[in-house]
């Protein structure tokens, strides 16, 4: 299951706790294709039926089916830099055989 940095913890309690924001707010990540590795990233006020929910801190995440499949092993980062922007970063959990780009050994 996708796991947050205490970085992206902190961010996402950020976007989604400004004033005026519904309680349970969250991020939602989803994939379109399966195939592609785009992913898009969007604030909302609940998860959608079938979104997989990661929450750590009071940070929460939605997970579209295809996105939670595809960040299955993955550590979800964040940023934010001088200009206010936020960029996250996908990193490999340890041990999930994909250090350095590696492909898993069988």
């Known amino acids: 299951m996708l796991t947050l940095t205490e970085n992206a913890t902190l961010v996402i309690k950020?976007?989604?706790?400004v004033e005026g924001a519904p309680e349970g707010a969250?991020?939602?990540?989803?994939?379109?294709?399966?195939?592609?590795?785009?992913?898009?990233?969007?604030?909302t006020e609940s998860p959608l039926p079938g979104d997989q929910v990661v929450e750590?801190?009071?940070?929460?995440?939605?997970?579209?089916?295809?996105?939670?499949?595809?960040?299955?092993d993955k550590?979800?980062?964040a940023a934010v830099d001088d200009k206010g922007g936020v960029e996250f970063l996908l990193v490999p959990q340890p041990g999930a055989g994909r250090e350095n780009g590696a492909a898993p050994t069988p």
């Open 14 to 17: 950020s976007i989604t706790g």
């Open 26 to 43: 969250g991020v939602r990540i989803s994939q379109e294709n399966p195939a592609d590795p785009a992913l898009a990233v969007t604030t």
């Open 56 to 72: 750590e801190a009071g940070a929460r995440v939605f997970l579209e089916e295809n996105a939670a499949s595809t960040l299955d």
């Open 75 to 77: 550590i979800l980062d």
